[in-house]
């Protein structure tokens, strides 16, 4: 038990030190900033716990900041912090804080670019127009976190933000209206076969979204291609130039449509399939190679992206280490300790089977957790560890029964399961997949 203070000896301490030296000043929010400077503080403190990985802390901060002052990169940064604690589930969060976000500065380019990476993996672009038009608070569910649903409450019965914010959000949603347009008529008539009608149709929802987000936007100057969710269309646009042999043509809209996609190198995989699959077609082994490489990364389970990968080795007239290189689809066999680590903290999603040869149910489920990657679960990297070929990797995740499956969440451990179960490792699988 610790001893009672002397609250005479300790206020005497303290009025001597105040005489000779200077009170610290907080690292955040000292009393003498603004409420511009206090947001700002709260902000820069969610950078430093965004970095470090720590979302959920990250989002309280910049709830913070946008409560005392809000601001378009406050909600851009609470925007990517909501992907990082789980960006299937906070989608919708995501995309009303890129919205209010461009209200504010409608040129931002960074919300434009993370509007653009939501729109164009949720492909949800109705509900987004529609936040846009009015409905802001109507979408918000049980994935909101209490502090991001309060935070948009308390703006909502403030009126912080000014006329100019309403009338940008109305361009904004004009512009995805008529994204949305072009998707569906496009979309329509690729179905029914004609690929020059869906080209026209991709083309006209194209011009009519920049045509609406050109209203406002003060540089006249900026891209075409970070008009808000037209992506989309480019990436479609280019599938129907392919179909149409305009292969140099698809190629250009595939760049463009992966240009205003955050990280749209290794994001927009729709797109960098597109790209892949025009450069083979002009005869670029090489650089199709390179960009069927990244789709092979991010589609470890798809054996079509396999087979045009080793199509592009064959074909390619470099000589090179490529040349060796060999595309599984599915599972693969992993023994070193290092290439695991590596492969843990690179993908999104990791499972691990740990089994061994002599272990009967660890055969019997092998098919079906084969099945799995090849055919449901193509994003995720699907590893087979053998116990007694890797033990340094089985000792390290401390496996002491076989089957066991472990989940790797951006390089976190999040789930253990032991036994042959298959609809209980599919079911562990299917609620970690919508995390991401």
């Not at 990250?58 to 909501?82: F, G, W």
């Not at 599915?330 to 843990?344: F, H, Q």
Request: aromatic share 8%; hydrophobic share 35%; with cysteine.
């Amino acid at each position: 038990m610790t001893a009672p203070r002397n609250t005479t000896t300790t206020v005497n301490k303290k009025a001597k030190m105040s005489e000779t030296t200077p009170t610290p000043t907080p690292k955040y929010q000292p009393a003498y900033l603004s409420e511009a400077q206090k947001a700002e503080e709260a902000r820069l403190k969610g950078n430093d716990f965004y970095k470090q990985r720590r979302y959920h802390d990250a989002i309280n901060c910049y709830c913070d900041s946008i409560n005392i002052h809000p601001t378009s990169s406050a909600l851009s940064n609470l925007a990517i912090a909501l992907s990082g604690a789980g960006p299937t589930q906070y989608r919708l969060n995501v995309v009303r804080c890129v919205l209010m976000s461009l209200s504010l500065e409608p040129d931002r380019v960074k919300a434009v670019e993370k509007l653009n990476t939501e729109l164009t993996l949720s492909g949800d672009i109705e509900a987004a127009a529609s936040m846009a038009s009015g409905e802001m608070m109507k979408s918000m569910d049980g994935f909101t976190p209490k502090r991001v649903r309060e935070c948009f409450e308390k703006m909502q019965k403030e009126n912080v933000f000014p006329r100019k914010c309403e009338e940008n959000l109305k361009d904004l949603s004009a512009c995805l209206r008529q994204v949305f347009i072009g998707k569906e008529t496009g979309n329509g008539c690729f179905r029914a076969g004609d690929f020059e009608e869906a080209k026209n149709a991709y083309t006209a929802g194209i011009n009519a979204a920049r045509a609406e987000y050109s209203k406002s936007v003060d540089d006249g100057d900026m891209k075409r291609a970070l008009t808000p969710g037209v992506s989309i269309l480019l990436c479609n646009r280019s599938l129907m130039k392919s179909k149409l042999g305009d292969f140099q043509g698809a190629l250009d809209d595939a760049n463009e449509a992966m240009r205003a996609v955050l990280d749209g190198d290794v994001c927009y995989v729709k797109a960098i399939l597109r790209k892949a699959d025009a450069l083979k077609k002009l005869k670029k082994f090489d650089d199709a190679f390179e960009a069927y490489f990244v789709c092979w990364t991010r589609l470890p389970g798809d054996a079509n992206i396999a087979k045009e990968l080793n199509e592009c080795v064959e074909k390619s007239q470099t000589k090179r280490s490529e040349k060796d290189f060999k595309a599984i689809a599915g599972p693969r066999a992993c023994s070193d300790i290092k290439e695991y680590n590596t492969l843990i903290k690179n993908y999104e999603l990791v499972l691990i089977d740990f089994h061994a040869k002599w272990c009967g149910p660890c055969k019997q489920i092998a098919p079906a957790y084969a099945s799995m990657n090849l055919n449901k679960y193509r994003s995720v990297l699907f590893l087979k560890v053998d116990v007694d070929e890797a033990q340094e990797i089985a000792a390290r995740e401390e496996v002491q029964a076989m089957p066991t499956f472990v989940l790797y969440r951006y390089g976190v451990k999040m789930d253990v399961m032991r036994g042959a179960d298959v609809s209980a490792l599919d079911s562990m699988v299917s609620r970690w997949t919508q995390t991401v």
